[in-house]
């Protein structure tokens, strides 16, 4: 069973442990170092008034972390009603992808987002095949100037 949950700051172990795993499944994609500096960023993040409008998830399997979705609602005085929020990563370990781990992570955040007034969450997509065909099959959303845009209900 599969389980969607917060990151909160208690979790940040289970979340660099998840980050070790996914550099070595993938080491010519995730490039920046892991490593102490990034755990004490994370925690740093928790006090840190900039990330009142962050909104990550995990979701967990028999304990352990399997997936990752961060999003940030904007707040820019052009949209004085911060109605938009924009997907900054969504990751899944590759023995997990085709288990419809970033499809509950991605309906669990735009519940959480709905609850917060905002309407859209807008995504950059990735060039590659497996991306593209998992941005190609979000519902209710459709791909406009370069990016997609994901309705939260």
């Not at 389980?3 to 070595?24: A, G, Q």
């Not at 500096?37 to 009142?52: E, M, Q």
């Not at 519902?139 to 406009?144: C, D, E, G």
Request: net charge neutral; charged share 30%; hydrophobic share 40%.
């Amino acid at each position: 069973m599969i389980s969607i949950e917060p990151f909160t700051e208690d979790k940040i172990d289970d979340v660099m442990t998840f980050e070790r795993r996914i550099r070595k499944q993938e080491t010519d994609t995730y490039l920046w170092d892991a490593g102490e500096d990034y755990r004490k960023a994370l925690h740093n993040s928790f006090h840190d008034p900039r990330f009142v409008n962050a909104v990550s998830l995990l979701a967990y399997r028999k304990g352990k972390v399997i997936g990752r979705i961060d999003a940030s609602i904007i707040s820019s005085k052009s949209d004085a009603a911060c109605s938009s929020a924009y997907l900054d990563w969504i990751c899944v370990l590759k023995s997990e992808r085709h288990n419809n781990v970033a499809q509950m992570m991605l309906e669990e955040l735009r519940k959480i987002l709905k609850h917060k007034k905002v309407e859209v969450l807008i995504a950059l997509m990735a060039s590659n095949e497996e991306a593209q065909k998992f941005y190609r099959s979000i519902r209710n959303a459709s791909i406009q100037d370069g990016a997609i845009w994901i309705n939260t209900n």
